[in-house]
């Protein structure tokens, strides 16, 4: 029977905890570009997981201007990054028995490269994965599956695969490219993610070694 030889992680959210720091960043910009609006921390949550092109569209129609606020978004989030960005407890730890097994590992993120790698990099977690579905490597973004389907083409052989995210657009895209999907207990989402109904459920990273080891 085939087993699971191919996992897929999203990234801010799941590898990296950069919730805070996406919160901050969200409030300065619509502190700048809004400021007749009081957005709650209910509300800045609910943003986190889409392209921040379509979150921006809420303030304004003018691409010109979306871009602009997009940058100094960037430049807010760039800034800070380092001050509040922390990797998951245990993520390297499973990430590096993964790559012993010689598990297929992948991330699938709605971050272009650039916003992406810092991240990335600075935790060494491009040691273990090394293939990537960044936003604009295709036309789509999660729930779509094109970017599963973008990073699953990337590996020589894949048996059964599992996408492991914190927002239900993640579990949606694994849905719909046929694969397994996983919920993370950490999520900020994480009744709106149980309603998606993940095949599997972790609490911490090392459950995944749970997962993988059963027969499916």
Not at 168 to 188: E, R
Request: one cysteine or more.
């Amino acid at each position: 029977m085939k087993k699971i030889n191919t996992i897929l992680f999203d990234l801010d959210g799941t590898l990296v905890d950069s919730n805070e720091l996406i919160i901050y960043s969200f409030k300065e910009t619509f502190k700048k570009y809004q400021p007749e609006k009081n957005y709650s921390r209910v509300d800045l949550i609910e943003m986190i997981g889409p392209p921040l092109k379509e979150t921006f569209k809420t303030i304004t129609s003018d691409q010109n201007k979306i871009d602009e606020i997009i940058n100094f978004y960037r430049k807010i989030y760039q800034k800070n990054e380092f001050d509040f960005i922390k990797i998951y407890d245990n993520a390297i730890k499973v990430l590096d028995i993964l790559k012993s097994r010689n598990f297929n590992l992948g991330i699938v993120t709605t971050k272009f490269k650039e916003s992406a790698l810092p991240s990335i990099e600075h935790y060494n977690i491009n040691k273990y994965i090394k293939h990537y579905s960044f936003l604009g490597d295709v036309d789509e973004h999660k729930p779509s599956p094109k970017p599963v389907y973008y990073l699953l083409n990337q590996f020589n052989k894949v048996e059964k695969a599992l996408i492991i995210g914190d927002a239900p657009s993640d579990i949606l895209a694994g849905k719909n490219a046929k694969i397994y999907t996983c919920g993370v207990n950490w999520s900020l989402k994480k009744e709106e993610l149980q309603k998606v109904n993940p095949d599997f459920w972790i609490n911490e990273f090392l459950d995944i070694l749970n997962i993988i080891d059963k027969e499916i």
